[in-house]
């Protein structure tokens, strides 16, 4: 009787290639830039009174006037507050170039290649992230590098604590009344309750339960496939799942918050006067978002087609937030 020695291999999904941005993230490198003492050194010395998180996962090129914009908002609204922008891409010599108008008018702002290893360590997510690396996770068709920002955000939160803030958010007031905090971006007319959140903004302390769940939850219900699986309707899930449970404290704030608009509604902040009656609801949208709103999302995957029109309720916005005398933005 002969017994076959020879064991099936094992079964891999089939991945996509990973791009350029990606792939250089998924190194090693980070480790040896020693990612935590940057960060942590950063902070300590500018003596930070808000700490604020953005990620790029895109390339240098694509960082444009837009994203400046909203980096100018954040120091608009918060002088003495740092950020640091979790990047690859912007950590370089090109990114530094973009930032330095900012660092030149004494703002703290840096650009450090995010370490995954270490902001993940000790967490489900860590296990997922390195058998990400080994090719045993399957992407999807959704943009991974999309899905690695809602990881990052979430690891950054984590380990250091602050605000997070997508790079196309602009920050009309301070935060400095937030703590645990994340707001809807719709609610249910019947019943008043929020039905879905965002994860575009959010404020957290340091080691919050609730950024541990959003961890876990991304680890053990990961799907590439279906867009905002990982982000908006992850935080939605967990934030429902443990609600009023001692130890997971945290606020709801209103959609007017931080999406005054809705994502397929964006247009109508970037259109000028039409007539009479379209002048008075602009101004009233402008008085009610300058009244209730801390910050406005620009949803720019669909809002970057527009315009800037003259008159709009952006250009009002965006006039109010600038900082940097030379900027190119309203060119």
């Given at each position: 009787m002969v017994v076959s020695t020879i064991r099936p291999a094992l079964h891999r999904p089939k991945i996509r290639k990973f791009d350029d941005n990606v792939a250089k993230i998924l190194r090693y490198e980070a480790v040896k830039k020693r990612f935590e003492l940057k960060v942590i050194k950063f902070f300590k010395r500018n003596s930070c009174k808000f700490r604020f998180f953005m990620t790029w996962i895109s390339s240098v090129e694509s960082f444009g006037d837009r994203e400046l914009l909203c980096v100018e908002s954040v120091f608009k609204t918060h002088p003495n507050g740092c950020l640091i922008i979790a990047s690859s891409s912007l950590d370089s010599r090109q990114g530094r170039l973009i930032l330095m108008p900012f660092s030149d008018m004494g703002f703290k702002v840096s650009a450090m290649t995010p370490d995954f290893s270490y902001l993940l360590r000790s967490t489900a997510a860590a296990a997922w992230y390195n058998r990400l690396k080994r090719g045993d996770v399957n992407p999807g068709e959704i943009s991974l590098g999309q899905n690695l920002s809602n990881l990052l955000r979430i690891g950054l939160l984590y380990r250091f604590g602050g605000?997070?803030?997508?790079?196309?958010?602009?920050?009309?007031?301070?935060?400095?009344?937030?703590?645990?905090?994340?707001?809807?971006?719709?609610?249910?007319?019947?019943?008043?309750?929020?039905?879905?959140?965002?994860?575009?903004?959010?404020?957290?302390?340091?080691?919050?339960?609730?950024?541990?769940?959003?961890?876990?939850?991304?680890?053990?219900?990961?799907?590439?496939?279906?867009?905002?699986?990982?982000?908006?309707?992850?935080?939605?899930?967990?934030?429902?799942?443990?609600?009023?449970?001692?130890?997971?404290?945290?606020?709801?704030?209103?959609?007017?918050?931080?999406?005054?608009?809705?994502?397929?509604?964006?247009?109508?902040?970037?259109?000028?006067?039409?007539?009479?009656?379209?002048?008075?609801?602009?101004?009233?949208?402008?008085?009610?978002?300058?009244?209730?709103?801390?910050?406005?999302?620009?949803?720019?995957?669909?809002?970057?087609?527009?315009?800037?029109?003259?008159?709009?309720?952006?250009?009002?916005?965006?006039?109010?937030?600038?900082?940097?005398?030379?900027?190119?933005?309203?060119?």
């Open positions: 605000i997070y803030l997508d790079t196309d958010v602009l920050v009309l007031k301070s935060f400095g009344e937030l703590r645990n905090a994340i707001g809807a971006q719709s609610i249910d007319l019947a019943t008043g309750n929020w039905s879905r959140l965002n994860n575009a903004v959010m404020v957290f302390d340091k080691g919050h339960p609730v950024v541990r769940e959003f961890m876990e939850e991304f680890a053990h219900t990961f799907d590439g496939n279906r867009w905002g699986h990982n982000g908006p309707y992850l935080v939605s899930r967990v934030v429902a799942r443990v609600s009023g449970r001692p130890g997971f404290d945290l606020t709801v704030l209103p959609p007017l918050v931080f999406y005054p608009v809705r994502w397929n509604r964006i247009g109508g902040l970037f259109e000028g006067p039409k007539s009479v009656r379209h002048s008075k609801w602009m101004v009233a949208k402008l008085r009610q978002i300058r009244s209730e709103s801390l910050a406005v999302h620009l949803w720019n995957k669909q809002s970057r087609q527009f315009e800037v029109e003259k008159g709009s309720i952006i250009e009002h916005l965006m006039f109010s937030s600038r900082v940097v005398t030379n900027s190119s933005v309203f060119e």
